[in-house]
């Protein structure tokens, strides 16, 4: 009789590198089962496969300890019998930029091939949620299918579990879901009554659900050991189950037949985060707000400054330092993880982390630094006082830029390298120790002082480049006075900004009439939920900052002004005294708003002193027109998510394991924008920030931003939630570190346009934001000494320019493996096309478009100095011949 469906048995394990267990133990049970399972793979022809869980991270773990071992896994990685990578670590998809998600593939393919082929599946089978861009990352690398469990329901478009799956750009995978998750197989019994307890329930959803009854039966779990006895299992399953065909397989075989039905596929596209079937902790994106803002800060600091620095400098001849950021690289991707990023794990696990972003912040400072150096050391007249600004954008900027000085001189004065007098406004100055400058200097008795100055100053910025200033000692500078300031708080020809009574904001737009009444309201309110999930406690008492004490200050520079917005706030320390309606303790909070003269920009450092627990902490951000939607920034474009989830009508009717709350996470920026999308004059705000990445859009008569600031919690895993019931996600930990206590300090800006998105340069505008001016002050003296070399390096440097409006940079580094810079663009739209031109400003011989894997697609169009199409939410990407 024909079988009702072929069953998949697939051995592999889920290996968590850390959870509510360190690296460290878990390497140990990673050694003892790797013997096992390389043991069993050599000596079993019948055991033909195991899956080393998709990511290399766990063969690096490994050899660290057993090096020895690296040619039985060679041999046996070869005879396709034990299947790695594509991962270097099973990266979040919704938290993390898609630079990280592109090294991530891209580090773990090329550990593959020291070993032989990756596993070409993008498998993902426990990370929350999945971005709608994963089509076109995979496709990036050559990869054509995809797995993954948890995010998918009919309401994306089929009850099937396999489909097609595209991005914006038409980027397409075959998918296969896993709708019960990847440990269904674990620890079979051998007894007939516990193979049907087990399984009879699961062939009914697996079989109804499936298009091809092609059956995925993983045979693992979480770091569990090879199963020995699965041969025996199997026998008995075909004893007991002769309507269904039983094979050890490998999830290719899978694939296989279902492309051979791709005609009968449905066709999906988009994200998947419903929480229907499976949880996919929606609100994950705001525990361990430190650990957040230090992984945003350092994944920009190493897309955004470094790589591009470090290109500028090898056109010129320097070395490109691969090594060292792989290094810096891998430190992050290992904390990329959706457990480790997620920060569902113990305190001792999130402090293995935070020490993780601790070194690789410090290399890529480091870095920076020495590339700096390295380009001015080797300037003419290069011992004379210099300071170089370096702008990593590819168009020209006009930049209020504040730095330090350090010089042995009571005065000084800059001049540009055309010998043109240059304006700066002194903001402070402090004598210092010569020891801190070079100790050499003190060794040798010399004692006289250095002085420090914080100097402001206004500059328009070569693209992609760097310009400098000599700094003269001893001479007498010009030297920029305060300009007269108006009554209002902060004001400039863009803004109009007042204090309200209650410590809020009235901001007035100039060039549109519009008035952000109240923005900068502070909003607590219970957390009952666990690091995995906000919920609300069953009792709530929302509080916000208009009950708080408030004062400020303000200070204005020659092309700066800043205020200083103190606030207090009586809160509950706990569940326990918000439930009683009592205050037991203090929010403190110390925003500095920052207004640069001819700005349309508003930045925000927000300083929050937390003392205490349970509790959701939110900035409200009002704008004056309703919206039913929000756009959001993703990995390589945008998307645009509704205000408001219909399914919150009806999520526990239906059985729901989570909440479909419409929080979203996002990566730079968010916006809301007014009437119709088709207005030419349709007017809009964009949120910027770094690190927050968690709002959500609230208000009756108008839409207001609630920004997550901090939600502090106390267990790992929790039962019983308001918005996710049943049992706990993890284990029941206690995690007293998650409360978040003590200071923490977060940053956003807000900044005002017209029309698209696109057209304003949004997107641009953001990662501007993002990327600072770089200054460099060389001295004659340096406690670190270098010799210089024979490159001769110019004053004034652009290495190309691009559009401010229209497509992104994504990248530019060095390719990995031949001489020639990579350069990535993508069109941040989720809906119009559009074109961009590259004019190089050295002299380029050639370029070709290649993958994200950095290999020639055979296809695509020369970008040097040539307009080029993209699609909405396309990447491209070129390897650049430098002459």
């Known amino acids: ?43 079993d ?15 690096e773990d490994y050899f660290a300890v057993k090096p020895d071992s690296r040619e039985r896994v060679k ?55 999945m971005s709608g861009q994963l089509p076109h990352i995979y496709n990036g690398f050559g990869i054509k299918r995809a797995m993954f469990w948890r995010g998918c329901s009919e309401r994306h478009g089929t009850d099937k579990t396999e489909f097609l799956w595209q991005s914006q750009d038409g980027s397409e995978v075959a998918a296969q879901v896993l ?28 079989e109804n659900a499936s298009q091809t009854k092609e059956i995925l039966l993983p045979n693992g779990h979480d770091q569990m050991p090879l199963q020995q006895n699965i041969f025996a299992v199997m026998d008995k399953l075909r004893e007991i189950y002769p309507q269904r065909e039983f094979v050890m397989s490998r999830f290719e075989e899978v694939f296989e037949r279902i492309e051979q039905q791709r005609d009968v596929l449905a066709t999906l596209t988009g994200e998947f985060n419903d929480g229907k079937y499976m949880r996919v902790h929606r609100t994950i994106g705001s525990t361990r707000m430190d650990i957040k803002i230090a992984h945003a800060r350092i994944e920009n600091k190493i897309v955004n400054l470094l790589e591009p620095l470090a290109t500028l400098a090898w056109t010129l001849g320097f070395e490109y330092h691969h090594g ?20 569902c794990c113990s305190d001792k696990v999130h402090r293995e982390i935070m020490s993780r972003f601790w070194l690789a912040e410090d290399m890529a400072d480091s870095l920076i630094t020495f590339y700096m150096r390295k380009i001015v050391d080797n300037m003419a007249l290069s011992e004379g006082d210099k300071l170089t600004l370096f702008n990593l954008m590819p168009w020209p900027r006009d930049e209020v830029v504040n730095t330090t000085l350090r010089l042995r001189a009571s005065r000084f004065r800059l001049v540009d390298s055309d010998g043109q007098e240059v304006a700066y406004f002194i903001r402070a100055s402090r004598e210092i120790d010569p020891g801190l400058v070079d100790r050499q200097i003190v060794h040798y008795g010399n004692y006289e002082p250095f002085m420090e100055y914080d100097i402001q100053l206004r500059q328009v910025l070569p693209a992609m480049g760097w310009l400098t200033l000599h700094v003269l000692p001893g001479e007498e500078g010009q030297q920029v006075s305060v300009p007269k300031q108006s009554d209002a708080l902060l004001e400039n020809s863009c803004w109009r900004i007042s204090l309200n009574r209650d410590g809020t904001l009235k901001m ?25 999930d906000y919920s609300p406690s069953r009792e709530e008492w929302l509080l916000t900052s208009r009950e708080g004490q408030h004062c400020h200050t303000v200070a204005h520079d020659a092309w700066q002004s800043r205020a ?41 450092e927000v300083c929050v002193v937390n003392q205490a627990d349970d509790h959701r902490v939110r900035i409200r951000i009002p704008v004056p027109f309703k919206t039913d939607n929000v756009l959001t920034d993703t990995q390589f474009g945008s998307l645009t998510r509704p205000v408001q989830d219909e399914a919150m009508q009806v999520w526990q009717a239906e059985g729901w394991k989570e909440a479909p709350v419409p929080v979203w996470n996002f990566l730079n920026y968010a916006v809301l ?79 005002p346009f017209r029309g698209s998105a696109l057209d304003a340069g949004v997107a641009q505008q953001a990662r501007s934001w993002l990327t600072p001016v770089l200054c460099y002050n060389k001295i004659p003296w340096d406690a670190m000494k270098l010799n210089r070399t024979a490159i001769d390096v110019p004053q004034r440097y652009s290495l190309f320019t691009m559009p401010a409006t229209g497509c992104q940079l994504s990248v530019l580094k060095k390719a990995e493996d031949s001489e020639a810079l990579v350069i990535r663009l993508f069109n941040p739209s989720d809906s119009e096309p559009c074109e961009s031109r590259v004019m190089f400003c050295r002299p380029a011989s050639r370029s070709h478009e290649v993958g994200m894997d950095e290999q020639p697609t055979g296809q695509g169009s020369d970008i040097l100095d040539k307009a080029v199409s993209f699609r909405a939410g396309q990447s491209r990407s070129w390897v650049v011949q430098i002459d």
């Open 75 to 129: 041999a046996l990685v070869q005879a396709g019998k034990l299947i790695i990578g594509p991962w270097y670590t099973q990266t979040d998809t919704t938290i993390v930029a898609g630079e990280s998600i592109v090294r991530n593939l891209m580090y773990g393919m090329r550990d593959c091939l020291a070993f032989g082929e990756p596993m070409k599946i993008g498998y993902l089978p426990d990370s929350f949620g």
């Open 324 to 343: 060292l950021l792989e290094k810096m690289w891998k430190e992050i991707l290992k904390n990329h993880a959706h457990d480790s990023i997620g920060c």
């Open 1 to 43: 009789m024909k079988a009702v469906s072929r069953v998949h048995i697939t051995p592999h394990m889920h290996w968590d590198r850390e959870w509510y267990f360190t690296t460290e133990a878990s390497r140990i049970l990673l050694v003892n089962n790797m013997e096992e399972i390389l043991t069993r793979l050599e000596q």
């Open 45 to 59: 022809a019948e055991y033909k496969y195991y899956v080393l869980d998709g990511q290399t991270a766990i063969l």
């Open 673 to 751: 924008k007014e009437g119709a999308a088709f207005q030419q004059e349709q007017r809009g705000l964009a949120l910027f920030t770094e690190g927050l990445r968690e709002v959500e859009i609230i208000g009756e008569t108008q839409s207001v931003f609630a920004l997550t600031l901090l939600r502090g919690v106390g267990l790992l895993g929790k039962e019983d939630l308001l918005l996710r019931p049943g049992r706990p996600s993890g284990i029941k930990m206690p995690v007293p570190d998650s409360q978040v206590r003590g200071e923490l300090r977060a940053r956003f800006s807000l900044m």
């Open 179 to 206: 709708p019960l998750g990847y440990a269904i197989g674990k620890y079979l019994p051998e007894d007939e009554a516990g193979l049907r307890k087990r399984l009879d329930s699961y062939f009914e959803v697996l």
């Open 508 to 532: 007035e737009d100039k060039e549109s009439g519009l008035v952000y009444d109240r923005v900068l309201e502070f909003e607590d309110g219970s957390d009952d939920g666990d690091e995995y």
């Open 564 to 604: 200083v917005i103190r606030s207090t706030l009586a809160v509950p320390r706990n569940l326990a005294e918000r439930s009683a309606r009592i205050t037991g303790g203090t929010l403190a909070m110390e925003t500095t708003v920052t207004l640069n003269h001819d700005s349309r920009r508003v930045e925000f």
